[in-house]
C-alpha cells in the first residue's frame, strides 16, 4: 500500500484553510497588545553596574529561613522563570513558601566587553550573595542556578562554601564532552581568542542563530508554519508572541567573559576534569560538600541530560539528589508538567534542609 | 461542456471548492490590509476569467493556486503584517516576517505537490500506485528544492531567518568584494610589492587571500550542509518504504511536511555531530572572523587617517577602565583604603588637639571630643593608669583586684579604640570620627570607672590602716 495516501480535497482544503487563517491572522495580529511578562512583584535589593537583585513578593510571608537567589545564565532574560501568571517557577515557589531572589544581569554593552569570569563570580554573584544574606539576616543562603547561572553556581559554592546552604542546579551543563552536545563540537573547532578580538561583545543575533542552527527546519520553518493553526486564536498567539519575544530578547555577551567559557568550558571541559580557576581562585568540583538537588530535562537539545548527570560523580556531596524532567530545555520552566512538579520537588527538598 | 463529475462521481465538486477559496481570498481582500490586499497581485486577471471554472477536465481548466506568481503571497501577507505597526510604535511584523520566510518552503512544496497530485489525478494514477522511485509524490518533494531555484532547503531556511548573526557574514563580503578596496586590491596584487606603499599592498593582499579562504571554506561548509539534506532525504525515503501496513497512512500535505521534517532533522543531527561537519563548521566561523577582522583594520587605517576614533583605542581604554575597577575594588575590599582613610582622620585629629593645646587637654571626658579622639589615637593611655595600679596593689587584696580589673577595662576599651581605627571603613571620614569618638566615649567611661574604684580602694585601705 502506498504510504501517502493524499486526498487531493483535503490537500485543497487545506490550502483553503491556511489563506483563511492567514486572512483572520491579519485581523489578530492587529489586534494584538504589546505582551507583558515578569508578573510577581518584585523590590530592588542590591544594585551594582547593570545588575541588579530582586526580592520577589508573593501573596503570603515566606515560611523558609533561608532565602533561595536565582543565578539565571547570561544569555537570554531571567523573565523565563516568571513569565507569566500560569507559568511562573517564582510564583509556584512563593506559594510554597519561599523566599525567592533574583539576579538579573542586565543589557550587555559596549561598557562591558572586559568583564571577565572572575567579575561575573568573585565580583557580582559574590556581593549579590552578600546582599541577599544582609537583607535576610542569615550567613548562608541557597543557590538555584540555571543552566549556565548553574555552572556559575557550582564555581560559586565550591570557591566560598561558607556563604552556601544548599545548591540547586537545573539543566546544568557539567560534562561539555559528551558526544551528542551539538555545540560543544562546533565550538571546540572554533579559534574562540580570533572571535573574541574581533566581535567583542557577541551579538546576541549571532547567538540565537547558532541556537537555532541546533534544529534548522523545525526552529527556522515548522514552527511558524504551525504558527498558522493558532493565527485565530488572541491567547494562544498572545503565548506565542510572549515565548517568542524571551527567545530573542537576548543580551550580547560581554567578550572576555564569552571567551573564558567558551575556553575554559566548553573546548578544556575543566569544570568536570579539573584545572578551573576563576580570578585567582581555584574550582575544584570534588572539594564541595554542600546538599545539592541536580534537576536536567530529559529532551534537551541544548544541554543534554547526560552533561547534567555528570554531577552525580563529580562532587563530594553525600547529600546529592537527582531529577530528571520530561521535557525539554524551555518546558522546564514553562509547561504545565512543570508548574505541576518542579516548584513542590524544590520547595520540599529544600525545606528538609532549612535553617 | 464536458461535466467531469458526471464520468467521476466520486470526485469533489470543484466548482463549489473553487468558490470555496475565492471566498477566502475575497475575505482577505476586504479585511483591514484591504489597502494592501496581500492578494492582489497573485492572480492576475482572476476576476476577469475565472480560473476555477472547469471546463472539460477540471485540472485542465483549473490555474493551480500555488503555481509562481508574479507575487508570492507569503511576501505579500509580510508587507502587510508589518503595515500592522500599532499607534504605540510596537509591531508584532518580526514574528510575521518570520513565519512568511519560513513559509516559502513550505509553499513551494505545496506547489510541486499539488502540481504532482493534481496531474496524477488527472490521469487517475493516484492512490494506486506502488511505493518506488517514480511516486509523484516523492518526485514533488524532490522537486521542492527545484522549485526554489535549486537551493538546499536547509541552506535556504537558514538564509530566510532574518538577523544580522544570519546575514552578516555574507552581505559583508559582498560589500567587500563589491568595494573599492577590493578593486583596488585586484589591481593591486598584479603589481610586485616594494618602495614606499609595500606595507599596504600587503595589506590589501592579505585582505584578498582572507576573502578567498573564506569563500572556500564557505563551500566545503555549504557541502556538508548538502551532505546533510541529503541525508535527511535518505531517512525520509526508508522511513517511507519501511513504514508497515498497520500505520496510519500520510493523508494530509501537513502531515507528509511533518513527516519529512522529522526525518530532515534526524539527518542533520547525524551529519552535525559529525568530525566532518565540526571541522567544516569551525573552518567557515574562523574564516568568517578573519575577513571581518581584516575588513575592521581597513576602516580603522581610514577612520585613524581622518582623525576619528578607532575600536582598538576604545578597547585599550575600556580594558583598562576595567583594569581599575578591579584594582580599586580588591584594593577597596582588602582594607587599603580604609587604612589611608583611618590615618588621614588620625593625623588631623593630632593636628587639632595639638592646636587646641591645653584647652583640648584640660576639656571635661564625658565631652568625647576630637581631641580626646586624637589623644586616645596617641600612645598616651598608660600614663594615668600606672600609678593607680601601683597604688592599689600596695593596698587590700580586693581593693587591688577591682583596681586591675578596673585597669583592664581601661585597656580593653583603648584596644577597641584602636581596632577601630584598624576596621574602619572608608565609607565616609565622618563615621569614622563617629566611630571613634564612640570608641573613646568607652575608654573615658571605664577609666571614670577605675577613678572611682581607685578612690574606694583608697579608703578601703584608710579603713584597714585605721583598723590596724
Redesign the interface.
Known sequence: ????????????????TM??K???G??T??S?D?VHFGVTDKEEVYREDKVVVYRFRGDKKPTAKTPTLIVYALVNRPYMVDLQEDKSLVRNLLAQGEDVYLIDWGYTD??D???NL??YIN?YIRRSVDAVAKNAGVKKINLLGICQGGAFSLCFSTIYPEKVRNLITMVTPVDFHT??N?LS??S????ID??V????NI????????Y???????L??????G??DILDNKDDMEN??RM?KWI?DSPDQAGEAFREFTRDFFQGNKLLKGGLKIGSKKVDLSTLKLPILNIFAEQDHLVPPAASRALADATASKDYTQIAFKGGHIGIYVSGRAQRDVPPAIHNWLAERDG | MFDFNARNPGMPDWTAMAQQYMDALKQASTGPAAAANPFGNVWPGAAAANPFMPVGNPFAGMANPFAAAPVNPFEAMTRAFAATDKSDGSSNSDVAERMAASMKNYFAMLQTMATAGMSEQASGAMGDKNMGDSNPWLDAMKNVAAAQGGENPLLSAFRDFGGNGAKGFEQMANQFMSSPAMADARAMLQLPTFGMSRERQEQVQQGFLALLDFQEKSKAYQTQMARAAQRGNQIFQTRLSTRSESDKPIDTPRAFYDFWVDAAEEGYAEVALSPEFSQAYGDYANAQMALRSHVQQETERTTGELGMPTRSEVNSIGKRLQELRREFRAANEAGTVAELHDEIASLRAEVKALRDGKAAANAPAQTASKAELGRSLRKETPRARKPVAKRASKRTPKAAHRSKSASKKVASAKAAASRESKDAKPASFAASIARFAEAAKTATKAESKATRSTKKSKKATRKSAAKS
Open positions: 500500500m502506498n504510504p501517502i495516501q493524499i486526498d487531493p480535497t483535503k490537500a485543497f482544503n487545506e490550502a483553503v489563506q483563511r492567514l486572512a483572520s491579519l485581523k495580529l492587529r494584538m504589546e559596549g561598557a566587553r572586559w568583564l572572575d567579575d565580583g558526544p551528542d551539538m563540537q562546533w571546540r573547532k572554533i579559534d580570533l572571535c578580538d574581533t566581535m567583542g551579538s546576541a543575533d549571532m547567538m540565537n542563530y547558532t537555532l542552527t541546533l534544529k534548522p527546519v523545525r527556522f520553518q515548522q514552527k511558524y508554519i504558527l498558522v506565542f508572541l517568542e530573542f
